[in-house]
């Protein structure tokens, strides 16, 4: 069965400085991994997907994401925070993209100015 | 194009009540995904929904029910509601039965005292 560790439920950046939030995933067939970005009493917004193609997928708001195999591991970076990225966000897994998402615990990131 | 609409927003419920949430997917959009969101348990999967067929179904008692119409929207039912049934549930749409392309509408904010 799949499942998705988020390293760190709270992530404190200064604004400008690199954010880094940390996703492992599991799963025994190729996995498809998304991260989504939900803001206060609101949805989920999807910030980028990886789908078997490249590697270092590049989302929304400047984030992106790198695939790597050999570590389980999908990590979300953004160079330079901004004030507005202050979320709530969530790594999830899907099988191939036939199975329903299975979602890590989240990770809320608070932003410095 | 109108995203996912939810109805209602924000619902207060007594225990042992039933309740029914209401989705509209993207118009297009053929598939339905039900999600629950809690502090503590983070997002599970309930129920799928593909052209009036539910093909998945997550591990939530009997309780929770959920139905697609010929337009593809969706509704989901909880009878005898409990005070863990307070939260955040979440539907996504989707064009196909690919998880690679769900968007999320802003949820259903369910409170039971």
């Known amino acids: 069965a799949q499942s998705v560790t988020q390293l760190g439920s709270h992530v404190s950046v200064s604004e400008g400085a690199l954010v880094l939030l940390r996703c492992n995933y599991s799963?025994?067939?190729?996995?498809?991994l998304f991260w989504y970005v939900q803001y206060p009493n609101q949805g989920l917004q999807l910030l980028l997907k990886y789908t078997s193609a490249a590697t270092l997928v590049k989302g929304i708001n400047g984030f992106e994401a790198e695939f790597k195999k050999s570590e389980t591991s999908f990590h979300l970076t953004k160079p330079s925070a901004h004030m507005s990225d202050a979320a709530e966000y969530f790594c999830?897994?899907?099988?191939?993209?036939?199975?329903?998402?299975?979602f890590g615990k989240g990770t809320r990131l608070s932003v410095i100015a | 194009k109108a995203g996912v609409t939810q109805t209602p927003r924000y619902l207060i419920k007594t225990r042992g009540q039933q309740v029914t949430l209401s989705c509209s997917p993207i118009s297009g959009h053929r598939s339905v995904s039900w999600y629950q969101q809690t502090p503590g348990q983070g997002l599970q999967f309930l129920f799928e929904y593909f052209s009036e067929t539910q093909r998945n179904k997550g591990n939530f008692p009997g309780r929770f029910s959920g139905r697609q119409f010929s337009n593809s929207r969706s509704e989901m039912n909880v009878s005898t509601l409990e005070l863990g049934d307070s939260a955040l549930y979440l539907c996504?749409?989707?064009?196909?039965?690919?998880?690679?392309?769900?968007?999320f509408g802003p949820g259903t904010r369910l409170t039971v005292t």
């Open positions: 996504a749409s989707s064009p196909n039965l690919a998880i690679n392309e769900q968007y």
């Open positions: 799963s025994s067939v190729p996995p498809y």
């Open positions: 999830a897994v899907s099988d191939r993209g036939n199975t329903p998402l299975v």
